[in-house]
């Protein structure tokens, strides 16, 4: 998607905090699969990110596993790398092979290997929000 609509917090400027975590985890909503607790099995050093100041949590990680939603842009926004996780089948199919259906079996391999979405400049991640409202003023 070109545009996603972030919190306040992650438009302002910050400086990247050292990290302390090896992963954080925020897969928001129910986390339906269970996801945040088969992960905390297999990792040593997770934080699970909620609550309040989400940039400053996400900034302490050295990756963060997400859903496939809005967490997973901010934490790009933030420049931390992140593994989307699609907590179904419906969203799994429409965001691609980058997206897994659930499956964190080989989280370890995963992040060993290095198969995270990095953060990148062609994200256009909450800059064309002025585009979104001209086109619905129109």
């Known amino acids: 998607p070109r545009y996603w609509f972030l919190r306040d917090e992650f438009y302002e400027s910050a400086e990247a905090a050292r990290p302390w ?3 954080g985890v925020m897969i928001g909503g129910t ?3 269970n996801l945040t607790e088969k992960i905390q099995e297999q990792l040593r050093s997770v934080l699970v990110v909620h609550g309040a100041d989400i940039a400053s949590q996400m900034r302490m990680c ?3 596993l997400t859903g496939c939603g809005q967490s997973f842009w901010e934490s790009l926004k933030c420049g931390v790398p992140a593994i989307p996780f699609a907590s179904n089948e419906a969203k799994a199919k429409q965001y691609g092979e980058s997206f897994r259906l659930g499956d964190v ?3 370890r391999g995963m992040l060993d290997r290095g198969e995270f979405v990095m953060p990148s400049p062609r994200f256009e991640i909450g800059e064309g929000w002025r ?3 001209e086109e619905i003023l129109r």
């Open 31 to 33: 986390d339906p699969l």
């Open 62 to 64: 050295r990756v963060m």
């Open 21 to 23: 975590y090896e992963v």
């Open 131 to 133: 585009e979104v409202v």
């Open 105 to 107: 079996s080989d989280i």
